[in-house]
């Protein structure tokens, strides 16, 4: 099956620093990967994603990278700001499987203000 | 538009006894999951319903949990009889089939402590 792994586990910035968050996939019929902030005591909430047809996207200060050769893809968040601080996970879905998402491990991003 | 409601949002129960959740999907949502998040974890598929149909299933422990969609709309996730290791937030989400776009929406989830 699919196996997403996610780096760092904790991130501490200072407000206005960048954050970059790091994952791996390794099936390469994944097509899909969406980021999600999960704030304490809430569910997942999608923030960004991307398909494997398109090697960037941009929204505000969101940004995420994919590099379907090395499998891996990358979230980076420019200038923090406190309320940026939250777990933030990774996923990756395969398309032929009926839709199935896999989730890395999980990122707590600190903004420090 | 709602999102996802889930409930109860907290439940402490003992080992060896019983539990259920409730989950409704946005409207109109085919798909339905049913994740386990241990505590620094990401969450963990346990089942994919489409529509009243079971998609995937092959992380969820039969002998103790069970799940079920009977209208295609609202869902059930069971656990009977719960272990101290069942303590987790189970979160419901959904997504639509219908255009391009597959996000999922989570709900706020359901943390279940066994004691």
């Known amino acids: 099956g699919e196996n997403v792994e996610q780096h760092p586990s904790t991130l501490s910035v200072q407000e206005g620093d960048s954050a970059v968050i790091k994952c791996t996939y390794s099936d390469s019929a994944s097509n899909y990967f969406p980021w999600y902030k999960q704030e304490l005591g809430k569910g997942p909430q999608l923030i960004i994603d991307i398909r494997s047809n398109v090697g960037e996207k941009k929204d505000q200060r969101i940004a995420v990278t994919l590099n379907k050769t090395a499998k891996h893809f990358s979230l980076h968040i420019t200038e923090t700001q406190p309320e940026d601080s939250a777990v933030y996970f990774c996923?990756?879905?395969?398309?032929?499987?009926?839709?199935?998402?896999?989730f890395g491990t999980g990122t707590s991003l600190t903004v420090i203000p | 538009e709602a999102g996802v409601a889930q409930s109860p949002r907290y439940k402490i129960i003992e080992k060896r006894q019983s539990v259920a959740f409730w989950c409704n999907p946005i409207?109109?949502?085919?798909?339905l999951y049913w994740y386990q998040q241990i505590l620094g974890q990401g969450p963990k598929l346990l089942i994919q319903f489409q529509n009243n149909g079971v998609v995937d299933d092959s992380q969820l422990p039969k002998d103790r949990f069970s799940a079920e969609r009977l209208k295609g709309v609202d869902s059930t996730l069971k656990i009977q009889p719960a272990k101290l290791e069942d303590s987790a937030v189970y979160l419901c989400?959904?997504?639509?089939?219908?255009?391009?776009?597959?996000?999922?929406?989570f709900g706020p989830g359901t943390r279940l402590t066994v004691t």
């Open positions: 989400a959904s997504s639509s089939l219908a255009g391009p776009t597959v996000e999922q929406y």
């Open positions: 409207s109109g949502h085919a798909t």
């Open positions: 996923a990756a879905r395969r398309s032929n499987t009926g839709n199935q998402f896999y």
